[in-house]
């Protein structure tokens, strides 16, 4: 198991979310599925690599990069 | 407990699930948009009938969780927890749409839990849903009658009408999803996290996937969205669209525009003729008419512009624009979602300002709205064409450049320039409680709804008529008020003047009556200010007439062409304005010892104008959807400051 921060993951790659930094971006992060346990897949990156979309739970959400890197994947 | 009737219904559920559909369905046009109170967040509310019995319905904020994240979300927790509010419903509609299943069921559980009676609608249903059967006994069990309603042919709605007049509550018989309070967790993050991946859990357990095929569909990449936010065919797309938007808003509203412009004048000379004159006839003909009429005639730009916002935002486009502009607008202190409000303010920055209200953010909504009027919109094409052909001569650079489509370009450049600078020193000034967030859905692409996009059109007109017409109107009214009235001594001996120099000239009637018009103009309280602001304006290579131009014009930018046909005693033709041109070409400035329009002049008031912010319907606007007079008037200032100085530099540049 490799683990990654959400911030650079490459396109494409799917994993289950192993940590989310503690605050009030994982709170919002929650309500929409992002939450540890649960098994995303990063499928669209914006033309400069930010913000990225990932699929989770049959939902796409958009994220910054700044806030990509509070979650972490291991795949 | 007591069987209570059902009088008042709150729709409820997460953004982008059909919600308003729903509530469209059930109250038809019967409906008003409000505020909350104390925030920009649209109320809409409206009622029906059913069986003799009328419904209030209220459409609540889209919502995705109990615990807020935002002004909408707080506005449907203080709502929602509070049964002491005017507004608290005595049912509530959960609308869920099949395809989001697992995500949309988190808010209904939370409602469930703290004991809100409700009702759920089912929307999508005519689609392959990755969840098991919705038609799982849990309902039955939960004393939650289920409803399937399609929100694209209204079938259902005649069942939920029905479902709603025989609702029993059973709130009492509620078992709890997940224990504890959730009242209680308000402030604790920690708290909310693992509250929320309880009711997940609960609702995975309940409603599983239906098999490996249905999970690998959680991933799916939509062949469209690849193509919508690729590096080059995403930009080019969003250029098509604004090209063909633009279009369609500069071939189609300018009818109905010209139109309407052409009515309220025939209105305004039919009730002068008509009526005795006097001042009140006068008031009605001059101030109160023509005021109306500038509320009327922006409503074709509004409409047009409206229905193409709310198909991008139907459609869901309107947040892959986000997504691929984010990036690139967000060093200048405004985000992804400022980009539409921006582009929709080249035609008219009322529509774009209005709609602003998508961005959640509230430092990066205000900085949109101040600084949306530098964007040249289309009130200021007629002022440019003017002076442009007055001052910049026939020819080219570089043997195929034209040269007065080359100083029209700069123009349309220098708003943009203008905005983006300006938002950057607005970043740096507005410190931001916390920074702003863009953790987002991007819902499904789909059809737009037609029905649904005329309603928002509507709505959005009915908006800007009556909430803004009022101050536009009491507005105009003032200015209408100093450019007719004058000192009486001074109006009189300036009257007289000209008669005499009629007479021994042997003017024709419609040349004295034009020159009267002029005077009376020149020495009203308006023309008095234009004299008394000469000072300050000469640096800038202007005189009185432009200083009354200027003033006047603060009601709307065209008016600067019709302000100056009066004062030069030309009567306006609205097809070309060539004697008007050979006036303002022939005056000539005696201080200077030149002509008073020259290069250096002429860009020095062309450049005030890209600045300026000479629009009292923006004005009305910002004040409606800042809920404040500080921004308007801080707009106006800033804006004004920054013309001033942009002329000034010009003038001197060019001399």
Redesign the interface.
């Known amino acids: 198991m490799e683990e990654t921060v959400l911030s650079s993951v490459h396109l494409g790659k799917?994993g289950v979310i192993t940590k989310?930094k503690?605050?009030?971006?994982?709170?919002?992060?929650?309500?929409?599925?992002?939450?540890?346990?649960?098994?995303i897949?990063v499928?669209?990156k914006?033309?400069?690599g930010?913000?990225l979309?990932v699929?989770?739970?049959?939902?796409?959400?958009?994220?910054?990069l700044e806030?990509a890197e509070w979650i972490t994947i291991a795949s | 407990m007591s069987e209570k009737r059902i009088e008042r219904i709150a729709i409820v559920g997460n953004p982008n699930t059909g919600k308003s559909t729903i509530f469209n369905w059930l109250t038809g046009l019967n409906q008003q948009v409000g505020n909350f109170p104390g925030v920009t967040v649209d109320r809409k509310k409206g009622n029906y009938d059913f069986n003799g019995q009328t419904y209030e319905v209220i459409d609540l904020p889209g919502t995705y969780s109990i615990f807020p994240r935002s002004e909408e979300e707080r506005i449907v927790r203080d709502l929602l927890l509070n049964n002491q509010d005017s507004d608290f419903p005595d049912l509530v509609i959960y609308v869920a749409d099949r395809t989001q299943w697992e995500r949309n069921l988190l808010l209904f559980t939370q409602l469930y839990d703290l004991g809100i009676p409700m009702l759920l609608v089912k929307t999508m249903s005519d689609q392959d849903a990755l969840w098991s059967s919705s038609q799982h006994p849990i309902w039955k069990d939960r004393h939650i009658p289920v409803v399937d309603v399609n929100g694209r042919s209204g079938e259902g709605i005649q069942e939920l009408k029905a479902a709603i007049a025989q609702f029993h509550n059973a709130v009492d018989l509620r078992k709890p999803i997940v224990e504890g309070d959730l009242r209680e967790l308000q402030e604790n993050l920690e708290g909310q996290v693992t509250n929320t991946q309880r009711r997940y859990a609960w609702i995975k357990e309940n409603f599983p996937l239906k098999g490996a095929q249905a999970k690998e569909q959680l991933f799916h990449k939509s062949k469209w969205d690849s193509l919508l936010i690729h590096p080059v065919w995403g930009y080019a797309i969003f250029a098509l669209v604004l090209f063909v938007i633009f279009q369609f808003i500069f071939r189609f509203a300018s009818v109905p525009m010209d139109f309407i412009d052409g009515w309220f004048v025939q209105l305004s000379g039919g009730v002068k003729e008509y009526l005795p004159a006097g001042i009140f006839v006068d008031l009605i003909a001059e101030g109160l008419i023509p005021g109306i009429g500038g509320v009327v005639t922006f409503v074709p730009q509004i409409a047009f512009l409206f229905f193409f916002l709310s198909i991008l935002e139907e459609t869901g486009y309107m947040s892959r624009v986000v997504f691929i502009m984010d990036k690139l607008v967000r060093p200048f202190g405004l985000n992804g979602k400022s980009v539409v409000p921006l582009m929709s303010s080249v035609a008219c920055a009322i529509p774009g300002i209005m709609s602003a209200r998508t961005i959640s953010n509230g430092r990066d909504r205000l900085i949109t709205i101040l600084v949306a009027p530098l964007m040249s919109c289309s009130a200021r094409i007629p002022v440019y064409t003017l002076l442009i052909s007055l001052v910049i001569p026939e020819g080219n650079l570089l043997g195929w450049i034209d040269l007065k489509g080359l100083v029209l370009f700069a123009l349309y450049a220098l708003g943009l320039i203008a905005a983006l600078l300006m938002s950057m020193v607005f970043k740096w000034i507005l410190k931001a409680k916390h920074e702003g967030f863009m953790v987002m859905e991007m819902p499904s692409l789909k059809p737009p709804l037609m029905r649904q996009v005329g309603i928002t059109v509507v709505e959005k007109v009915k908006v800007f008529v009556l909430d803004a017409g009022k101050v536009i109107v009491a507005l105009s009214i003032v200015l209408w008020a100093l450019a007719s009235f004058g000192p009486s001594e001074r109006l009189q001996r300036a009257e007289e003047a000209i008669m005499i120099k009629a007479q021994e000239n042997h003017l024709t009637d419609e040349a004295r009556s034009e020159m009267l018009t002029a005077v009376k103009l020149e020495n009203s309280y308006i023309g008095i200010l234009g004299h008394w602001i000469e000072p300050v304006i000469k640096p800038l290579g202007y005189d009185w007439k432009m200083g009354i131009a200027i003033i006047t014009s603060f009601a709307a930018r065209e008016v600067f062409v019709g302000s100056m046909a009066t004062i030069y005693s030309v009567g306006q033709d609205f097809e070309d304005n060539s004697r008007l041109l050979d006036r303002m070409r022939k005056d000539f400035n005696e201080d200077l010892g030149k002509p008073t329009y020259t290069i250096a002049s002429g860009l020095s008031l062309m450049v005030f104008y890209v600045f300026a912010m000479q629009c009292l319907a923006t004005f009305a606007v910002v004040q409606r959807e800042t809920t404040s007079w500080k921004w308007p008037v801080i707009q106006v200032i800033y804006m004004g400051v920054l013309a001033y100085l942009s002329a000034l530099i010009t003038y001197h540049l060019f001399l």
Request: proline share 5%; charged share 20%.
């Open positions: 799917r989310v503690s605050g009030f971006l994982a709170a919002k992060m929650a309500d929409l599925g992002l939450f540890e346990g649960n098994e897949e499928i669209f914006a033309p400069f930010d913000p979309a699929a989770v739970g049959g939902t796409v959400v958009s994220l910054r806030e």
